[in-house]
């Protein structure tokens, strides 16, 4: 009992860095290493998000992928992006559906069906935490806590 | 009783839909077919039984001091399905207070969207027309912050769609991006006035406009027009009220056949964080003798706390007199639509829950006893231009 208490405590602490360090990891806006796109700009990366712009500056067509609200990356890309909730962002949304103009970006389940949205489309573009992005994405933007 | 039964059961279907625990999130856009809705549930009542209040005049009677779920209630649904990666067709049906009393549900728009190029986007059939920024998604509560569209601005705006055809391009210009959007088409709807109807379709409408935005700015202007077909149907309403028909002279005096009225807007928006704020300003030139040409405009603010934006507005309206009725019965339809008054409101957004809102508002309205325009049934000798307005709504998405 009173060995098992330090290992406990050590484990708990562990824990708590863990996630504490998973709450502060790096966003990062990741494209398709083939569209011809090395960098970009916060506002470029919210004409996209946000339906404003369809095209990167070469002429590829973005293809933005998004996460369900059931993923907490969702709620910090877009406080981080724009300083929003999602609530607000929802808002944004149902004015651009049901007045015809835009339907929102696809939605996927976690971070690595949007690795795998933007690997499989020649202008995929998603956020992920900055150790899902691997080499078969180029991050483009990193948005600091 | 029989004008709460339908809003009772759209109540329902509506509670039973928001609170259906496997709801699909919003715009499951992934498989070609998507159902989506939109809804408010609305409760308003005035301090005056004086006039009639409405959301805007394409409603033919309004509230007073009762609460009523009349001018607010709304339930949406848009079916949308996209059968090649540029080619989208798009029904949305609406039930809200119309122009016969009646909650009936009407196709708002249906139309076929196709994008040749990613910022080119080309769309034909039953369209909503956009004469001021955010005219096309009035009903959608759930996408602003106020209880309603502020009214001095958007009362006089009844059109809601057209059958023609719009393009809209994108143009990015480094980090900012320069929209322009064009549209034609026949007006489709009919305006109340007294028990009669106004009948606008086939009135051809143009317009369109240049926007641009930048970081958290937008800006646009707008213009548009609109020809009518028929005139407005005053000598019915004066012949039911008095017994007799409008005089020749008047009815050629006040006649609105084949003449064009002109639409001109500019509107500033920032949304950044917390902050929201809008500026929008109006011009109304009415190219006949029945309507008066109109300036108008709001303002309004907002700072989100967590789940609370409480917000502020002012908004205004000012329609030019003419003195130059030929009769006193032309003069009396002359001051029906005169509009000159100023409101102040404020009030409180609340996303208490994912994809629902609730809003209370209050709308202080400090105007002349002339202004009328804006207004239903009303009683011109105890109307003295001042009346307040509470209003609750619960808005939804789905």
Redesign the interface.
Known sequence: MSIRRPILRCAMFCLLILSAAQAWAEIVVVVNARCGVAAM?R??V??IFFG????Y?NGV??QPVDL??ANPERARFYSLL???????I??????Q?????A??????GSAEEVIKWVVSHPGGIGFVDLSKADARVRVVYELAP | MARWRPILTTLIACLALVLMPARPAVAEADSAFSLQGFGTLGLARTTSDDVEYVRDISQPRGIDKDWDALIDSVLGLQAAWRFMPQLEAVVQATSRYRYDKTFTPEIAWAYVKYDPLPNLSLRAGRLGTEFFMMADSRWVGYSFLTVRPPGDYFWYLPFYSIHGADAAISLPMGESVLRAKAFYGLSNGKIPLADEQWDISGSPMLGGYLEYQFGPWTARASYANIRFERDLPFSPVLMKARGFPLSAQDARFLSTRDTRTHYYSLGVVYDSGPWQAQLMLNHIDQGNNALESSDGGYLLGGYRIGEFTPYLGYSWVLSKSRPNAPSAVAAYFMQDSHADQQTTFAGMRWDFARNVAFKAQWDGIRGEASSLFPYRQDNRTRWDGKMDVFSLTLDFVF
């Open positions: 700009t506002n470029e919210i004409n404003r712009n369809r095209q500056f067509e973005a369900t609200d724009v300083g929003k909730d999602l609530s607000e929802n808002a944004y949304w149902s004015r559906v049901f007045s015809g103009r339907q929102p970006p696809v939605k996927v």
